[in-house]
């Protein structure tokens, strides 16, 4: 490729380059205090010292958190809502979505009835009303089924599934294999790639789900682990919540709100950032496929 | 019978077919005549069918309500800032990286602002509660640079929107240049090249290239962005409401909310919630018309 090297020209790309620089800065800056609240101790936060590194690294907040068991109860019922919730989703997706791809009796009707679900959604109040109705209040399996199926990632399986040549289907058919032998041998196989993927988002969206969590579950031993993070950190219950950690801690000082919280959201961030160089591979595909029209 | 036939020969796909039928009608479509309660005065107890029908009578109230009527305008001023500042941040941030011939730099940068999607709003507003305190970070940075004394950010509810704008922008912007970029990838460098050859600059090369390359992209999400005014995101704004801030941040959702699960006055928060419902889907099939008049595809 031809360049322009003039002066102009060079000191525009050196400009381009400080201004991304900066707003790399922006990006990360947040997480960096995160990790460095998290290892102050009391006297150095209260007193303001440790405004880009601390004084001393301690380990209060940390040992703090490990003597409560409420947080790692809410990662417990979060790593089963999560795989749970994926698993089941990605299921029930696929199963769907399989059967639209394929030239079905009233398809039309079927993809219509998806489709409107962008445009008209039912309400909070009702869907709520028919979860209480269906005697998933407070259970778990309230942040699982309700939310079983996102219509655009259903949508777009079946443009994937579309894209697989017709040829291996009926290669199979002709096998004498019957449309579930088709989609469980030979369908599932070939997409395990593009389920991967799909997976992966599922899951990123269940681990960091709230709003289901708040509005259906209000028995603390089911709290996900959003929902103990908001407790300790938006609304500073470090205490109350993590009441038997405060207990112990009662003869010592107890580290502050902020680190405590810095910390608890450290370690409940932590597998987000273990997939993410996963969830990086795909989601620029993801975005691409979602460009394609239903 | 042919159809009957074709039923027959068809059953296993209707066997995969059945979950998820099953799903959207009792998750997705009972809900939606659910919103029948709107018309009724909904007791749990009595249940859909033998609540009183009192026709119209919420619907009148909503805007009658000096409250609904505030929120009504909190969500469209919240929208309108956002559509203001956090959209055109994904495509000047799109246009700089755009400008980025070192692949490596380029992917470093993308990785890092890609990032910050992907944590959850609780994680978010708790990075900026403590970042924001009146000891943290940022009060203290103004304290020592400009002498300012420490604003309660969190507290002030002249703060509310502009926090609200920014937030969105750390955490979707990055995001939201994946698709400019994805745009901009299909642009054939020959046209750079002649640019170059007819003397342009920089400048005018994104002008005349890169920008009209990326047109339809930006008014169609802004189309579609105009079309869902009314959504402005849940999670975080029941997040960043407080006693203090409540009149100037509640929106329809939170207000929906509150009213529906916190005050149990089901039947007042259906009607509300339907009213935006019914807003929302003629905004969103106007957009789409809006859009194919621009001669774009529309989305559906």
Not at chain 1, 121 to 133: F, H, Q, R
Not at chain 1, 182 to 187: D, M, Y
Not at chain 1, 282 to 287: C, D, E, I, L, Q
Not at chain 2, 216 to 226: A, C, D, F, K, P
Request: charged letters at 15%.
């Amino acid at each position: 490729m031809i360049r322009s090297n003039s002066r102009l020209s060079r000191a525009a790309d050196i400009i381009n380059y400080c201004v991304l620089i900066l707003i790399g800065i922006a990006m990360l800056f947040p997480f960096y205090y995160m990790v460095i609240v998290s290892f102050s101790s009391y006297a150095d936060f209260v007193q303001q010292d440790m405004l880009l590194w601390p004084k001393t690294w301690v380990l209060d907040a940390y040992e703090f958190i490990l003597g409560s068991k409420v947080l790692f109860r809410s990662i417990g019922v979060t790593i089963f809502v999560t795989v749970a919730a994926t698993l089941f989703s990605l299921l029930l997706t696929a199963m769907m979505a399989y059967a639209l791809a394929r030239n079905i009796m009233g398809q039309r009707y079927f993809l219509f009835m998806i489709l409107f679900t962008f445009v008209f959604s039912a309400g909070i109040i009702p869907t709520y009303l028919v979860v209480k109705e269906t005697h998933l209040l407070d259970s778990i399996w309230a942040l699982i089924i309700p939310s079983a199926i996102n219509s655009f990632n259903l949508i777009v399986m079946r443009q994937f599934f579309l894209s697989i040549p017709n040829e291996l289907s009926e290669a199979a058919l002709i096998d004498g294999a019957n449309d579930l032998q088709i989609f469980s041998r030979v369908i599932l196989p070939l997409s395990k790639p593009s389920l991967a993927a799909f997976g992966l988002f599922y899951a990123v969206s269940n681990w960091n789900a709230y709003f289901n969590a708040i509005l259906y579950i209000s028995d603390p031993a089911k709290w996900t682990v959003q929902v103990v993070l908001r407790q300790i950190v938006v609304l500073g219950q470090t205490k109350a919540t993590l009441s038997d950690a405060a207990q112990m801690a009662m003869a010592q000082n107890p580290p502050p709100t902020e680190t405590v919280g810095m910390a608890a959201i450290l370690i409940a961030t932590i597998p987000i950032l273990v997939v993410y160089p996963f969830l990086q591979k795909h989601f620029a595909k993801g975005v691409m496929l979602g460009a394609v029209k239903g | 019978m042919v159809q009957l036939r074709r039923l027959w020969k068809e059953k296993y796909l209707y066997l995969l077919l059945l979950p998820g039928l099953i799903y959207f009608i009792v998750y997705r479509y009972v809900p939606m005549l659910g919103n029948v309660i709107a018309f009724q005065d909904f007791s749990p107890f009595q249940g859909f069918l033998h609540s009183d029908w009192v026709g119209m009578k919420h619907f009148m109230k909503i805007f009658e309500d000096k409250e609904v009527v505030r929120v009504i305008w909190n969500t469209l001023y919240l929208s309108f800032l956002q559509i203001l500042f956090a959209f055109p941040a994904s495509v000047v941030l799109s246009l700089l990286l755009n400008e980025v011939r070192n692949g490596k730099f380029k992917r470093i940068v993308q990785s890092i602002v890609y990032l910050p999607h992907f944590l959850s709003w609780v994680v978010v507003i708790g990075i900026a509660t403590v970042f924001l305190k009146t000891n943290g970070v940022v009060n203290q940075l103004l304290h020592s640079v400009f002498g300012m004394e420490p604003i309660a950010f969190m507290q002030e509810p002249g703060w509310f929107m502009p926090l609200i704008v920014l937030e969105v922008i750390w955490k979707e912007t990055g995001w939201g240049t994946i698709i400019f970029l994805a745009a901009l990838a299909g642009v054939s460098p020959a046209l750079y090249e002649a640019a170059i050859v007819d003397g342009a600059n920089r400048w005018r090369q994104i002008w005349h290239i890169t920008l009209p390359a990326i047109r339809s992209t930006i008014v169609i999400l802004l189309i579609l962005r105009l079309g869902s005014v009314l959504d402005v995101g849940f999670e975080q704004i029941f997040l960043m409401l407080n006693p203090l801030n409540k009149e100037i941040g509640n929106v329809l959702d939170t207000f929906v909310y509150f009213k529906g699960i916190e005050q149990s006055d089901f039947s007042f928060a259906t009607a509300v919630g339907l009213f935006k419902s019914f807003v929302g889907l003629v905004l969103i099939v106007g957009a789409n018309r809006l859009a194919k008049r621009f001669g774009e595809e529309g989305v559906y």
